[in-house]
C-alpha cells in the first residue's frame, strides 16, 4: 500500500488515533465516518494506493458546493483540533483478497505513526440470534485489550462484547495465523472459500482488519451494530455518536448546520437519489 500526501501535508503525531471503516451490509460504517469527516471539518492529508480494492472516482463528497474535487477509493484525513485521523473507504476488496489488504493496512497505519485503531462496521441483522427489545441501537464490540475481547471501558459505555468473538475457534484461529504469518499464500488465498454459518463474523472485513491490526501490537476496537440493507442514514448516526464516545469527541462542539452539531455530507443528498416523481400519484 502506497500513500500519495497532498502538497504540504504530513501526518500529525498528535492524531494517534484513527477511525476507519470496515465494508458491510448497509454501509453503516462508511456513512458514519463521511459523517465524522465532515462534521470534525477534517481535511484529506493524502490517497491511499491498494490494488486489491476496486477504483472508483467521484465528486467532492464533502461539500459545502461540489468544486470538483474528485474522490478517490481510499483516503486520509486528519481533524488537528480534535485529534483523530480518519480513512473513508469508498469501493470494496476484491473477493479473497481481504486478508492481504488488512495486513497492507495495517502495516500503513503503524509507519503512519498511529496507536489506536477504532474500526466501524455493520453485521446482517437477518444473522442476529438475540433480539434486543430497547428501542435504541445496541452498540457491540470486541477490543484488544484482552485476550476474550472484552473491554471494561466498552462496558462502562453500556457496549455489549460480541459474544461470537471466540478466538479459539477454528476460523478465528486461521485468520490469527494468517496475520501472525503463520499459515501460507495458499491458506490465505482459500480463507474466503467454503464458508459455514458459523464462519459468517470471522468472514466479514472487519474481522480481517481486527486481527491483522492487533497483530501489529496496535490497539484495536471494534463497534459493530445489527442493520438490514436500505436506509441507514439512522444507523450511522448513532455508530458515529458512539464512536465519539469511545475517542472522547462531543458533537454538539463540532458546531455544525444540524441538531446536535453535526454536519451532512454534501454527498448525502444524492445517496439514496432523487424523490419520486409526484406526478405518478
Known amino acids: 500500500m502506497e500513500c500519495t500526501l497532498e502538497e504540504g501535508k504530513a501526518f500529525s503525531d498528535g492524531c494517534s488515533t484513527l477511525l476507519l471503516p470496515a465494508l458491510s451490509i448497509g454501509n453503516v460504517g462508511q ?4 459523517l465524522l469527516i465532515s462534521s470534525t471539518g477534517a481535511g484529506r492529508v493524502g490517497f491511499l494506493d491498494e490494488p486489491s480494492v476496486l477504483p472508483c472516482v467521484g465528486n467532492d463528497a464533502y461539500g459545502p458546493t461540489p468544486i470538483g474535487d474528485l474522490a478517490l477509493p481510499l483516503e486520509a484525513y486528519e481533524s488537528s483540533s480534535h485529534s483523530v485521523a480518519l480513512i473513508q473507504q469508498r469501493s470494496p476488496v476484491m473477493t479473497g483478497m481481504m486478508v492481504d489488504f488488512a495486513k497492507n493496512l495495517a502495516h500503513f497505519v503503524l509507519s ?4 489506536h485503531v477504532v474500526i466501524l462496521s455493520s453485521l446482517d441483522s437477518g444473522k442476529r440470534k438475540n433480539i434486543d427489545e430497547s428501542s435504541q441501537m445496541q452498540i457491540y464490540y470486541i477490543s484488544s485489550a484482552n485476550a476474550d475481547g472484552s473491554d471494561g471501558r466498552c462496558e462502562q459505555l453500556g ?3 460480541l459474544k461470537e468473538y471466540t478466538p479459539s475457534e477454528r476460523r478465528w484461529k486461521d485468520l490469527e495465523n494468517l496475520a501472525e ?3 501460507g499464500q495458499e491458506d490465505a488465498d482459500s480463507f474466503e472459500d467454503e464458508l459455514l454459518d458459523d464462519d459468517y463474523y470471522a468472514s466479514l472485513p472487519f474481522a480481517a482488519l481486527f486481527t491483522c491490526c492487533k497483530a501489529q501490537g496496535l490497539d484495536v476496537t471494534c463497534l459493530l451494530c445489527y442493520c438490514s440493507e436500505g436506509d441507514n442514514i439512522a444507523d450511522s448516526f448513532q455508530l458515529a455518536e458512539a464512536a465519539c464516545s469511545f475517542v472522547g469527541l462531543t458533537p454538539e462542539k463540532f458546531h455544525g448546520n444540524e441538531p446536535g452539531g453535526w454536519t ?8 439514496y437519489g432523487p424523490p419520486p416523481d409526484i406526478s405518478i400519484f
Open 112 to 115: 503512519a505513526g498511529k496507536r
Open 264 to 271: 451532512i455530507p454534501l454527498s448525502w443528498k444524492t445517496v
Open 181 to 183: 504469518g503463520k499459515s
Open 159 to 161: 457496549w455489549k462484547r
Open 31 to 34: 456513512l458514519a465516518i463521511d
